[in-house]
């Protein structure tokens, strides 16, 4: 699956400049996983009694996602601690949101954790088309969150179109979370709907799931599909609604995930 343009997680990279052949590495793995990573690296920061630049402060201040580089030139480097002690400050308990590659072992096996924090920052959204536009706001608060956010295309003139919402959904759980937006609409749908029980078959097999239903309008609920009796889902009708997606996007941080 391809993310649109510039829609992939952006994740900040901590690193000394000594490391940057490894570190180029992990940049293409992030990027082979559609995510945007930055890295910095400044002349000035050379000199045993730099401090970080305010650029840098400010960078590691608005951002969510976070890869720090573990080796003796970091340790050694006062601003790459001074990074790490910033990233670490800001990222709340559990710090799930940040991830610490150590250089001095082999990379495979340390992409591993890469792999995770990118299923994590990571977000499919199955909708109606007619409730495109509360879609549209919670993928909006998410990119604000700078989490990667992918629309399911409609597939419904494929020919195979059972194969084809399988396959999608299959592969959506493989790389991140999948919001399902449950209403009046996409339970009245039978193309949706049969999308919402294939997803909700997949979610009863795990205690953590990365298939979410989010109800986004109040509905009947004897619609409700029946693999969703023993299911949580997140109700964002309760509350104001940008309070609600602020906290569906909390809970996506910290979830559990397979």
Not at 138 to 144: E, H, K, P, S, V
Not at 167 to 172: Q, T
Not at 190 to 197: A, F, I, K, Q, V
Request: glycine share 2%.
């Amino acid at each position: 699956m391809n993310f649109p343009k510039g829609q992939g997680a952006w994740i900040f990279v901590s690193h000394s400049h000594r490391d940057l052949e490894k570190v180029r590495e992990i940049r293409n793995e992030l990027e082979r996983r559609g995510c945007n990573p930055l890295l910095f690296f400044l002349k000035c920061l050379d000199a045993d009694n730099a401090l970080l630049p305010k650029l840098i402060r400010d960078e590691i201040k608005a951002r969510n996602w976070f890869v720090l580089c573990n080796s003796r030139a970091a340790r050694r480097s006062k601003w790459v601690r001074e990074e790490i002690q910033l990233v670490k400050a800001l990222s709340k308990k559990p710090r799930k949101n940040v991830v610490v590659i150590d250089l001095e072992k082999k990379l495979k096996p340390e992409f591993k954790k890469l792999e995770r924090l990118a299923k994590r920052a990571t977000v499919f959204i199955s909708y109606a088309r007619h409730d495109e536009q509360i879609a549209k706001r919670i993928q909006d608060a998410l990119l604000q969150h700078e989490f990667g956010v992918w629309f399911d295309e409609n597939m419904a003139a494929e020919e195979h179109w059972a194969d084809a919402i399988h396959s999608a959904i299959d592969e959506a759980v493989t790389c991140g979370f999948v919001l399902v937006l449950l209403s009046p609409n996409s339970l009245a749908s039978p193309w949706c709907r049969r999308e919402t029980e294939y997803a909700l078959r997949l979610a009863e097999r795990s205690e953590r799931s990365n298939i979410i239903p989010v109800i986004i309008a109040p509905f009947a609920r004897n619609a409700l599909p029946r693999q969703m009796a023993n299911l949580h889902c997140f109700d964002l009708t309760t509350r104001p609604l940008e309070m609600r997606i602020e906290e569906l996007i909390g809970s996506l941080k910290t979830r559990e995930m397979e």
